[in-house]
């Protein structure tokens, strides 16, 4: 069975500062005005787990029943607030692993890209 599932989202301030507090995830390059822009950053950086949940949630509504076995990610790129990001969730077959892709849609910058093999 293939996969091939398509979404856009456009991460926000608001959105980090849930789930910072949701998951005690307070990095503050994630929250920080100060600390963000001390880093380069013009804006703050989505925390890398909150781009795999949304990832995950897409994969989660298509397939209920999925269970991870094996989770590969990488983040080359930062995702930032207010940036519109497209979020991929491929596989080719029944047998091969599951391909996530979160990529920045003014440049085509990968922010996210990993591999899951489930059961």
């Known amino acids: 069975m ?3 599932l398509l979404a856009r989202w456009t991460p926000s301030h608001a959105e980090f500062a849930e789930f910072a ?6 990095n503050p390059i994630h929250l920080d005005d100060g600390v963000y822009a001390i880093g380069g950053f013009p ?3 989505a925390p890398g787990m909150l ?3 949304r990832l995950w ?3 989660r509504e298509a397939r209920p029943m999925v269970r991870p076995e094996l989770h590969m990610l990488v ?5 930032y607030a207010g940036e519109e990001v497209r979020l991929e969730v491929r596989q080719e077959a029944e047998d091969t ?3 996530l ?7 085509d910058s990968e922010v996210m890209i990993g591999e899951l093999e489930v059961q």
């Open 57 to 59: 949630a897409m994969l």
């Open 43 to 45: 804006r703050p950086v």
């Open 21 to 26: 507090r949701i998951t005690d995830d307070d």
């Open 101 to 107: 892709r979160a990529v920045r849609a003014i440049d």
């Open 75 to 79: 983040f080359p790129n930062p995702c």
């Open 97 to 99: 692993p599951i391909v």
């Open 2 to 4: 293939t996969l091939n």
């Open 51 to 53: 781009i795999y949940a």
